[in-house]
């Protein structure tokens, strides 16, 4: 039981965990204070269901549509990135980078945002669920956080997690365009064998000048705080 209690509050806290051994984490606090107000049916919907939807109809749905009629590769890359500015700091940019460009491998591999709205859901809604139960039991997770330390062991740990979680999140992939067909053409995309616009940039005036005020904003923030 011990062991169980243990490995649960290192999975409640590791989703932020390797950003924040660089950056503060700006999004636990409201996180907690959700907890506190809130029953876990609420706190779902809120910070799991919604999220789910709007982001994944927006950033898979519509733009990330757009710009994978100019270059998919690159496409893919730009969604990740601005998947990570629209988190509006460091800690959480960090690894919504990396989902975001996973979550547009997943539209390729299934054709649906669906799918990645249910992906979505389920990583958001786990990591505030195991939050809740953490919270509620009476564990202090900031302190669990601190307690773990900056050691290079630690830090190496995270790592070869994260990419054990890389390797496991590709095969998965590859098995979803398999099922859908769609592996070839995936194959296609990231060989640069198929393009659909080479001579139009997909770094326009606007998208430039937005990246530039997100990044301002996020600077700000993080001295700030």
Not at 126 to 153: F, L, P, R
Request: charged share 10%.
């Amino acid at each position: 039981m011990a062991g169980f209690k243990s490995a649960f509050k290192l999975a409640s806290i590791f989703e932020p965990l390797i950003s924040m051994f660089f950056v503060k984490n700006q999004i636990s606090n409201t996180i907690y204070d959700i907890i506190e107000k809130n029953n876990v049916i609420v706190g779902v919907i809120v910070i799991a269901l919604l999220p789910a939807i709007i982001e994944e109809v927006l950033f898979r749905g519509v733009i990330y549509t757009a710009h994978r009629r100019i270059n998919i590769k690159m496409a893919i890359i730009v969604n990740g990135f601005l998947f990570g500015l629209l988190h509006g700091n460091f800690n959480q940019f960090a690894y919504a980078f990396v989902i975001g460009m996973f979550f547009a491998l997943v539209v390729e591999a299934t054709k649906s945002v669906l799918s990645t709205i249910i992906c979505h859901f389920i990583i958001n809604a786990n990591s505030y669920v195991m939050s809740y139960i953490t919270m509620k039991s009476g564990e202090d997770t900031k302190a669990n956080i601190e307690n773990i330390g900056y050691s290079c062991q630690n830090i190496l740990f995270m790592f070869l997690v994260a990419v054990i979680a890389f390797c496991i999140s590709i095969v998965i992939i590859m098995a979803m365009a398999k099922i859908n067909n769609s592996f070839d053409e995936i194959k296609g995309y990231m060989k640069g064998k198929i393009y659909f616009s080479k001579n139009v940039n997909i770094f326009s005036l606007n998208l430039v000048v937005s990246i530039i005020i997100s990044f301002i904003i996020m600077i700000v923030a993080e001295f700030s705080s």
